[in-house]
């Protein structure tokens, strides 16, 4: 009989972690919850009378409520991490290869409780439960609008251990996010180090430096310049659905690799040449491959609010572990075991944020690793490619 060597043996664990994930994925069935709140003091001394948001669990929660993994989600998702809502939908929770019965991280063991942010992109979503500029002020009887306070990272944190606290939680086993969510779950471990013992993060950042500030910018540009967008004021009237059709533009081709973006191009559907006859006719047509990625974000735009996305945008900018002073004193109150996993080519949340973070935790004597994801889909590597890193995951939060 022929023995199977160690990386063998790796790649027969991570095929039948796969095989059984397929298996298991479509008896996964979940169901939206909501948590309210009154009287919601912000990290920057602002109140919010009244906030409601969605969130949804996986597995059972054991007698010692000790089994808790949190999932902190990226920038344009919702807490809907694994799972369908019903048998018929057609598309599963965003990372639903990594989470469920025999997964990599098993609800058969696990806990798994993921939470809507404030401010949620998918505000006209009816799967997604949020409060934010477009929420009603129960002062005006109007939606915010601006009048909605500037929201943090720290912000969703404190919203998501609120709702832990309503389920009598007092401590996780871990959590784990992707981007926007990277920097939720290590802001988790630096605010509550004693919540939090194992901390993943996933194509991340520990704070947001010049660059990544800059680069978010962009995002919010297309909106503000809209004529539609009123300073903020355009409920009631038309929305600037312009810009943020431009905004979601930019931000699924930053998701990108130009590897990855060229590969549609090449696609029958598009067949991308730089003499397409319409734009050398006419200056105002748009190219096949401007037109494929301005479908993809009509169809985002149509649940999406554009005041959402700016004070999303700006509490990425605002990201420093810890919300404090700087970065160092940030990590140096984290006790969690860490795991960073960036994408190498990664050109939004680039790889050398996860390595700084990494080395400075490791110069600070704690506990820290980073793996890089290796697929061709850049900052997307972390949603799709994450099965490549489904052993490596169930390997940390199980130690």
């Known amino acids: 009989m022929t023995q199977l060597k160690p990386h063998h043996l790796k790649y027969f664990t991570v095929c039948l972690i796969l095989i059984f994930s397929s298996i298991a994925s479509a008896e996964l069935l979940v169901a939206k919850q909501k948590f309210e709140t009154e009287n919601f003091n912000t990290f920057n001394g602002k109140t919010i009378k009244k906030v409601q948001v969605g969130w949804e669990s996986y597995g059972q929660l054991n007698p010692q409520k000790d089994n808790v993994i949190l999932v902190t989600h990226y920038f344009s998702a919702s807490s809907h991490a694994a799972g369908k809502y019903t048998k018929d939908d057609p598309q599963a929770g965003y990372w639903d290869a990594l989470i469920g019965p025999g997964k990599a991280i098993d609800t058969n063991r696990f806990f798994v409780i993921s939470v809507d942010s404030l401010a949620n992109l998918g505000a006209y979503d009816p799967n997604v439960i949020t409060t934010g500029p477009a929420t009603i002020n129960p002062d005006t009887g109007k939606p915010y609008g601006l009048d909605f306070p500037v929201v943090t990272i720290r912000d969703f944190v404190n919203i998501q251990k609120l709702v832990l606290e309503s389920l009598g939680i007092e401590k996780l086993h871990g ?183 990494n080395q400075a935790l490791l110069d600070l004597g704690k506990v820290s690793q980073l793996e890089k994801l290796t697929g061709d889909s850049g900052h997307l590597n972390g949603v799709s490619g994450i099965s490549e890193k489904a052993l490596k995951i169930k390997e940390f939060i199980e130690q």
């Not at 700016?310 to 970065?327: E, K, P, V």
Request: no cysteine.
């Open 175 to 357: 959590v784990i996010g992707a981007s926007m969510g990277s920097m939720q779950a290590i802001d988790w471990a630096s605010a509550y180090p004693d919540w939090v013992p194992r901390m993943v993060s996933i194509i991340g950042s520990a704070q947001s430096d010049a660059w990544t500030t800059s680069l978010l910018e962009r995002w919010a540009i297309p909106i503000r310049l809209d004529p539609n967008w009123r300073n903020g004021n355009y409920y009631g009237h038309t929305p600037p659905t312009e810009g943020l059709i431009a905004a979601l533009m930019f931000i699924t081709q930053d998701a990108l690799t130009p590897m990855a973006f060229n590969q549609v191009g090449q696609t029958a559907s598009v067949n991308h040449n730089p003499l397409e006859l319409d734009p050398l006719q006419s200056i105002t047509a748009r190219y096949s491959i401007t037109n494929w990625l301005r479908e993809r974000a009509q169809q985002r735009a149509k649940l999406s609010d554009a005041n959402h996305l700016l004070y999303l945008t700006r509490a990425s900018q605002l990201f420093i572990t810890g919300h404090g002073a700087n970065l160092t004193s940030g990590l140096q109150t984290i006790q969690a075991k860490t795991l960073f996993i960036p994408s190498g080519n990664d050109l939004l949340l680039m790889p050398y944020l996860s390595q700084e973070a």
